[in-house]
């Protein structure tokens, strides 16, 4: 029996220690405040910082793109439903954005235009694959090419529908995922100023 209980510590110890070895060897989580520069570009191509510290308005970010059929033109047509329940202080306070997962078709002055029609408040972004990859990764969005061989469009992107509620230097407060109704989003936009006057 003394034999079987070494056995076990022996096999708990060794399996212990190498689950420590593997954490141990992952990489840190990124920590914004460290580097807080993220480009991309607007309306007219040009470079918005979108975690500018001199701005210190909520940010609003939804991951998207502009030929989707039916989540992203849903969410932000909540999104716009939202920001027109809103007084003009509140509104203020806030800085909603679209940013595209599609640059290879979705350029700055696309993306523009396409939240712009949805409400003017809304800043529509684009930027290189490798740019809005790693912001989304950053938030656990979820998205991947899916090829449509029958189609003019030839492939859609499959993705994870939320609204990201940021600090200005991009410090994740809360997300509110997919929905048919603007009051989630108007209630998380009141709580989240009220918490950061708090």
Known sequence: ????????????????????????????????????????????????????????RIRIVYFGFTRCPDVCPTSLAMLAGALNELDADTQSQVRPMFVSLDPERDNAQASATYA????????GLSAPLDVTTALAHRYGVIFRKTELPNSELKYTLDHSS?????????TLITKVPHTQNPAPIVDAIKKTINTSKG
């Open 162 to 170: 939320y609204f990201y509620f940021l600090q200005p230097d991009g």
């Open 116 to 123: 712009h029609y949805f409400h003017p408040m809304i800043e």
């Open 1 to 56: 029996m003394s034999k079987n209980w070494s056995l076990i510590l022996v096999v708990a110890f060794v399996l212990g220690f190498g689950f420590k070895s593997y954490l141990d060897a992952q990489p840190e989580p990124t920590n914004l405040a460290d580097s807080p520069t993220v480009t991309l570009f607007g309306q007219d191509n040009q470079a918005v910082n979108i975690f500018d510290a001199s701005d210190p």
